[in-house]
């Protein structure tokens, strides 16, 4: 039962902390003994090659997680989640945080609000990474320029 959402949840704490200070590094009380220093926090380079080795489906176990249980690779793949989201279906965002608060359940709210299946989700955030995150980690002033013009996108 994925009612909690932690695993949307955690995604979107590490989306807001990379969009405001380009890595990735806090955790909660839960996972103080975690290492969730995956590959320096720095995600987008590390997604991209993860799931190009891991072809399984990783959604519908994903969204069973909460936080505390996340494995490190598992932080970083809700926070991917999350950016797709953030990106293609941003008008999704209230709706899904506000179903999860009333703990609606994951494969309801991708229906109602994505227009889409788990599977069919994954599929669409998977071509979404490979399409637009790097091949290389950008150096520190390009990021820094990208996030301004996020921040602004977001002020909207």
């Known amino acids: ?10 995604g979107a704490g590490h989306w807001y902390e990379d969009m ?6 806090t955790y909660c009380v839960d996972e103080a003994n975690s290492d969730l220093d995956w590959k320096g926090g720095q995600w987008r380079v590390a997604i991209k ?20 249980t996340l494995w490190p690779e598992e932080h970083a793949l809700s926070w991917s ?16 945080l506000m179903g999860y608060k009333d ?19 994954e599929e669409a955030w998977r071509a979404w ?3 637009t995150y790097p091949e290389r980690e950008p150096k520190v002033r390009k990021r820094l320029a ?3 013009r996020d921040d602004e996108d977001l002020e909207e």
């Open 146 to 148: 990208g996030r301004a």
């Open 1 to 10: 039962n994925d009612k909690k959402a932690g695993w949307f949840d955690e």
């Open 81 to 96: 989640l999350y950016d797709w989201a953030v990106a293609e279906q941003r008008a999704a965002l209230k709706p899904l």
């Open 129 to 131: 990474v490979e399409a």
């Open 20 to 25: 405001r200070f380009q890595r990735t590094a």
């Open 49 to 68: 090659d993860w799931l190009r080795k891991h072809k399984e489906p990783i959604l519908p176990g994903l969204t069973q997680r909460l936080p505390g």
């Open 103 to 121: 703990g609606k359940e994951t494969r309801d709210l991708f229906r109602e609000h994505l227009h889409l299946t788990i599977p069919q989700a």
